[in-house]
C-alpha cells in the first residue's frame, strides 16, 4: 500500500522550533518532488515549501521563506520541513504529497498532486 506519514506536529510556544518528518511506505520518493502544504481551521490548503526529487531546487511560500528550511534523505525515504521562528499564525494541520511531476510541486497546484499523507497538527500557541 502507498503511503505518506507525516511526524513531527505538536504544540509550541511563539519563536520555538519543530521539525516534521515525511516517511514513504509502499513505494520510492527517489523520482518524486515533495511538497509541504498546510491547511488552517476555516482556511484553503496552501503550499509550504517543496524541494526536486533529488533535492537540488527548493521553492518557498513568502509567509515561509526565512524561517522554513525543506529536505530530504532518498536514502530514508524521508522528506523534512525544519520549522523555526514559528508564529500563531504558522497553526494548521501540515501534509505532505508526492508529485511526479515537478512543476506541480513547484508551483503548489494541489490538484497535481499524487500522493497525500494525512496530516501531523502542528499548534503554535502560549
Known amino acids: 500500500q502507498l503511503q505518506l506519514v507525516e511526524s513531527g506536529g505538536g504544540l509550541v510556544q511563539p519563536g520555538g522550533s519543530l521539525r516534521l518528518s515525511c516517511a514513504a511506505s509502499g513505494f520510492t520518493l527517489d523520482y518524486y518532488a515533495i511538497g509541504w502544504f498546510r491547511q488552517a481551521p476555516g482556511k484553503e490548503r496552501e503550499g509550504v515549501s517543496c524541494?526536486?526529487?533529488?533535492?537540488?531546487?527548493?521553492n518557498y511560500a513568502d509567509f515561509v521563506k526565512g524561517r522554513f528550511t525543506i529536505s530530504r534523505d532518498n536514502a530514508k525515504n524521508t522528506v523534512y520541513l525544519q520549522m523555526s521562528s514559528l508564529k500563531p499564525e504558522d497553526t494548521a494541520v501540515y501534509y505532505c504529497?508526492?508529485?511526479?511531476?515537478?512543476?506541480?510541486?513547484?508551483?503548489?497546484?494541489?490538484?497535481?498532486?499524487?500522493?497525500w499523507g494525512k496530516g501531523t497538527l502542528v499548534t503554535v500557541s502560549s
Open positions: 504529497a508526492a508529485a511526479t511531476v515537478q512543476s506541480m510541486c513547484r508551483m503548489f497546484l494541489r490538484g497535481g498532486m499524487n500522493y
Open positions: 524541494i526536486s526529487s533529488r533535492g537540488g531546487t527548493t
